[in-house]
Structure formats: C-alpha cells, structure tokens
C-alpha cells in the first residue's frame, strides 16, 4: 500500500465515529440511516464521515433500488495489518533479544569456594 494510501486510512481512523462505523461495517453492510442510529448528530455529518472512508478506500457504496447500502473494503484493513504487522513482529524481534540479553546477565552466580584460613593470613 502506498504512503498516500496509508495517511489517509489512518487519517479516517483517526476519528472515533469513523472508527464506529468501521466497526459496525464489519458486521455487515449498512445505509446511512443504520450507521447513523447509535450517534447524536445529523445524518449530513454522517455522509460527510462516510465520504472520508471512501476517500481513504475503506468503504465503498452500491446502489440497491432505493437503497444506497455502504460496504467495508476488507482488504484495504488487510493492507493496513500487513503494515501494522511489520513493524510489531520486528518490534516482538527485538524484544526478545532484549529478554534473552537480560535473561543471560540474570543467571545466579557460583558460589565461591571458601578460603581457608591459611589463604587468609
């Protein structure tokens, strides 16, 4: 996925409504009524937030008679955990370097024989 691509999905998740609606959409698709329901805010604003997940590629919408529903794009999320991924697994790499560094100076030393009294004068 594009760096152009990756700001603006980012960008749409930004936001916590935006980020509702994706959950919801993952459920199943929905019209702008259905994503509308659990917000106290105009249906207009909601268009507008839907307008910015098509923008990022998120979501698509079809028209179905009279119905106008909207649909998750999941292979666009898809694009977003692969990159996400890389980063986590070399971050997970390093950690447990990191764990097997700590985990090596951490073991218990021997115990040193006791000198004889003799050594000690």
């Known amino acids: 996925m594009e760096q152009d691509a990756l700001d603006k999905a980012f960008m749409a998740l930004a ?3 935006r980020r509702a609606m994706v959950a ?9 009524n259905e ?3 659990p917000f106290t805010i105009t249906k207009q604003a909601v268009s507008k ?3 910015v997940l098509e923008h990022a590629g998120l979501v698509t919408r079809s028209r179905d008679a009279q ?15 692969a990159w996400i991924d890389q980063y986590r697994l070399i971050a ?4 447990r370097q990191l764990d097997q560094l700590l985990g090596a100076g951490t073991e218990e030393p021997h115990e040193k024989p006791a000198k004889k009294k003799e050594e000690l004068k």
């Open 15 to 17: 936001d916590p409504v």
């Open 35 to 37: 994503l509308a329901e």
């Open 92 to 95: 997970e790499s390093r950690y």
């Open 49 to 51: 937030h839907i307008q």
């Open 24 to 32: 919801r959409l993952s459920r199943g698709d929905a019209t702008v």
């Open 67 to 81: 119905r106008r529903p909207v649909h998750l794009d999941a292979a666009a999320l898809e694009h977003l955990t």
